[in-house]
């Protein structure tokens, strides 16, 4: 049973915005931290962002200013809203979520690609 289903990803031109979305499974229970990581090819999986339900976001250098993370509790679903896309954002993103009994989950990863 998948648990972290993502939606969002696509193709856009540099410049342009995206927004994921990432639905946990209410099998799942509580959840501690919802967060997005990436993987571009040839290279390894990074954070990108990271929110708990009591504290700020987290973000890397590379997506501060551009990246936003958010999450509705009541929908168990976490955002990335991805503004000015730059051709190196493109990669595979995914969703990760750590549950209150400390199981960590993965989603299967959207992809997106930015052209110049």
């Known amino acids: 049973q998948v648990q972290l289903v993502e939606s969002g990803g696509g193709s856009v031109q540099a410049g342009g915005s995206l927004r994921l979305s990432c639905v946990a499974s209410?099998?799942?229970?509580?959840?501690?931290?919802m967060g997005w990581y990436r993987q571009a090819p040839g290279k390894q999986r990074e954070l990108v962002a990271a929110?708990?339900?009591?504290?700020?976001?987290n973000y890397a250098d590379f997506v501060k200013g551009r990246f936003t993370i958010s999450r509705d509790s009541a929908k168990n679903t976490a955002y990335l809203q991805m503004n000015s896309l730059k051709p190196e954002d493109t990669a595979v993103y995914f969703c990760?979520?750590?549950?209150?009994?400390?199981?960590?989950?993965w989603g299967q990863g959207t992809q997106v690609t930015v052209s110049s």
């Open positions: 990760q979520a750590w549950s209150a009994k400390l199981i960590e989950y």
């Open positions: 209410p099998t799942i229970g509580s959840i501690n931290v």
């Open positions: 929110l708990a339900s009591a504290g700020r976001p």
